[in-house]
């Protein structure tokens, strides 16, 4: 079945580093790609998403490009800040039929002034 | 706002005593989830509906049921909870086209004691 892969964490950084989230996925279809946040106690909130190859979904200075060749999606910020500390996961769904969410295990990002 | 609302956020329930988490969006969104996130665990489905079709996960413990009485509410009734079934309980939302990203609300912790 579908999976997505991401790399463990926690990502430790100081205030204005540069952030690299790795994602990649295992799909049969063609699926659209989401990273989504987690801040502590809250729900899921969308930060980005891409629905073909080389398309770059973007938002709050995050990035991230559908790979195809790569099979990957991976999450980049020029300068991170340290409201940014959350835990992020990595998502694909199918775009036909009920389009299940498939998540990573999720990345915790630590911020330090 | 729309948005996506889960009431209660924090849910204490005896060992074997029933218990219903609730959601309700302004959406108007076709589908609805019900997702399961144990502590550090990326979110697992349990259920979803395309409008009053309803989708049972594989692996979904009978002891867990769904309602949708209509497109605003849908509610997860777990029949006899175990210590196991402590989790944050997430409710999320998709208006239905190929690629839409998720609504997500800000979830329900269950404790079970």
């Known amino acids: 079945g579908d999976s997505v892969t991401q790399m463990e964490g926690p990502v430790t950084l100081s205030e204005e580093a540069f952030l690299t989230i790795n994602c990649t996925y295992t799909?049969?279809?063609?699926?659209?790609l989401f990273w989504y946040v987690q801040y502590p106690g809250e729900g899921l909130q969308l930060l980005l998403k891409a629905t073909k190859a080389d398309d770059k979904g973007s938002n709050k200075g995050f990035e991230a490009t559908y790979r195809k060749e790569t099979t990957s999606f991976h999450l980049e910020k020029g300068s991170v800040q340290v409201s940014d500390s959350a835990v992020y996961f990595c998502a694909l769904s199918d775009q036909v039929g009920f389009q299940k969410l498939v998540f990573g295990t999720g990345t915790r990002l630590l911020v330090s002034p | 706002d729309a948005m996506v609302i889960q009431n209660p956020r924090y849910q204490v329930t005896q060992f074997g005593k029933p218990v219903t988490l609730s959601c309700s969006q302004t959406l108007n969104h076709n589908v609805m989830y019900w997702y399961q996130q144990k502590s550090s665990q990326a979110p697992k489905l349990l259920f979803h509906y395309y409008d009053k079709d309803f989708n049972n996960e594989a692996d979904t413990p009978d002891n867990f049921q769904s309602r949708r009485p209509n497109t605003s509410f849908c509610f997860l009734d777990i029949r006899s909870p175990g210590l196991g079934d402590a989790a944050m309980y997430l409710c999320?939302?998709?208006?239905?086209?190929?690629?839409?990203?998720?609504?997500f609300g800000s979830g329900t912790r269950l404790t079970v004691v």
């Open positions: 999320a939302t998709r208006p239905g086209g190929a690629g839409d990203g998720y609504t």
């Open positions: 799909a049969t279809g063609y699926p659209s």
